[in-house]
Nanobody, 112 residues
Framework: QVFLVESGGGSVQPGGSLRLSCVGF????????VTWYRQASGKERELVGD????????TVEVSVKGRFTLSRDNAKNTVYLQMYNLKPEDSAMYYC?????WGQGTLVTVSA
C-alpha cells in the first residue's frame, strides 16, 4: 500500500522556522519526485515546490523563494520542507504528493 505521512507542523510566531517532513511508504521512494503544496483556509491549493528523486533538482515557487527549501534523505524515505522567516500568509495545511498519492497534511499556523 502506497501512502505518505507528513509531520512537523505547528504554531509559530512571524519570523520563526519550521521543518516539515514527508515520509513515503510502499514504493521505491528514491525514484519519485516529491511535491509540496499548501492550502490556506478558503483558498485553492497552491504549489510550494518539488524535489527530484535523487535530490539534485529543487524548485520552489517565487512566493517562498529564499525562505523555503527542500531536501531529502532517501535512506529514510523522507523529504523535508525547511521554512524560515515564516509570515502569517504562510499559514496553511501543507501536503506532500508523490507516486500519485497525497498525504493527509500537516497544519502550519503563523501568528503573533
Amino acid at each position: 500500500q502506497v501512502f505518505l505521512v507528513e509531520s512537523g507542523g505547528g504554531s509559530v510566531q512571524p519570523g520563526g522556522s519550521l521543518r516539515l517532513s514527508c515520509v513515503g511508504f510502499g514504493f521505491r521512494f528514491c525514484d519519485y519526485i516529491v511535491t509540496w503544496y499548501r492550502q490556506a483556509s478558503g483558498k485553492e491549493r497552491e504549489l510550494v515546490g518539488d524535489i527530484s528523486g535523487g535530490g539534485g533538482t529543487v524548485t520552489v515557487e517565487v512566493s517562498v523563494k529564499g525562505r523555503f527549501t527542500l531536501s531529502r534523505d532517501n535512506a529514510k524515505n523522507t523529504v523535508y520542507l525547511q521554512m524560515y522567516n515564516l509570515k502569517p500568509e504562510d499559514s496553511a495545511m501543507y501536503y506532500c504528493y508523490s507516486h500519485s498519492t497525497w498525504g493527509q497534511g500537516t497544519l502550519v499556523t503563523v501568528s503573533a
